[in-house]
């Protein structure tokens, strides 16, 4: 199957910029881009036996979006569709065909406030294979910043590893895996604690240096960065580093997760504050 990368679009300033993140992916790859609109935001009525048509407005819109991403990026094909489904729900589906799925941080019925707006939170917790959530919105894409993964030796981090390494070598820029460990601070400790986190700091290196490893034989020729990171949390130590990061890249859930959840803590809190493009890292099935 010929993959696509898939972006969403409703002619919002967050769909926007999205769409040109998702044609930069899919030129990347030599992948054909699908633009993607879901112009149902209210149920149907189940009396209602035709099905509601697109209106002329949306339509401008996705072609609107379609002609002037050919324009931009030379070579790149670009399809148009229109689907009669929610924009969460259109997306989750086109994601089981797609090689990548790219999401704004907020739609056109977004509200301000909100960091990531529902469609973006849906398709990122459900999607049937990677998703890129560009946030924050004001910002120009970022082509030379390193790739940021976080890594705690999880089969989900594992994964986001191998993703994260895709994706430097694709754009041509070095891939860093960060662990956070637990900040010890300045004051005195009892022996068994300072034990416990010489144990705890000697687990982190041996996990960026097994990552490591599996990237050097994988991509011998990209540049692959070690960075141990201290924070009060794991979210709050990626959130930090990926201020100098182009991309971070994160697993659904860590060592810590549930299996019930779609999304771990850590995931949700670098979709909803990362100062960059975030990638969650789901297999594609």
Known sequence: MNRQVVVGVDGSPSSLVAAEHAARAAQLRS???LVVHGYLRAPLNPYDLTMPAPSEEAQRMVEGVAADLTERFPGLAVEVRQVAGGPGATMVEESRRAELVV???????????LLLGSVGAQVAAHARCPVLVVRPEGQPIDVDGPVLVGVDGSESSQLAVGYGAVEAALRDVPLV???????????????????AQAAEQAEAVRLLADASAVVRAEHPDLVVREHPVRASSPAQGLVEASGAASLLVVGTRG???FAGLLLGSV???????????????????
């Open 31 to 33: 992948r054909p881009l």
């Open 103 to 113: 999401v704004g941080s907020r739609g056109s019925g977004g509200f301000t406030g």
């Open 177 to 195: 895996l960060a662990h956070v460990g637990p900040s010890g601070g300045d004051r005195p400790v009892p022996d068994e604690i300072e034990e």
């Open 255 to 257: 060592r810590a997760g």
């Open 267 to 285: 995931s949700q809190a670098a979709v909803q504050h990362a100062h960059c493009p975030v990638l969650v890292a789901h297999p594609v099935s």
